[in-house]
């Protein structure tokens, strides 16, 4: 979730998983996956630095209840996929070596 202002001042948390696009013209309009639109006092760049520090804390948490180094590693490769050129190809997975687990 993420914390949003509406034009007229009034804070609110957004799911940030419920956001479809978001336009500058010249307010920042969120659509969302259901149709609904919110337009909201930050700009666009603003909107997805909060989504991107919220994703983060929430990789975060996942990796400090991971028993293993190994599984950490694994969700940092994770983490590390650019997924925005798909005809790109996507960089190797980390190679763990079976020894440091010993």
Avoid: F
């Amino acid at each position: 979730m993420i914390e949003l202002t509406r034009l007229n001042g009034t804070p609110m948390v957004l799911n940030s998983d419920l956001i479809k696009t978001a336009e500058a013209s010249p307010d920042t309009m969120l659509t969302l996956i259901n149709g609904e639109k919110l337009i909201v006092r930050e700009d666009c760049a603003e909107v997805m630095e909060r989504v991107i520090a919220y994703r983060a804390r929430l990789l975060t948490s996942v990796a400090k209840r991971l028993p293993s180094y190994g599984d950490l590693q694994r969700v940092v490769s994770l983490t590390s996929l650019d997924l925005s050129n798909p005809s790109k190809p996507a960089p190797a997975p980390a190679r763990r070596d079976p020894e440091e687990d010993r």
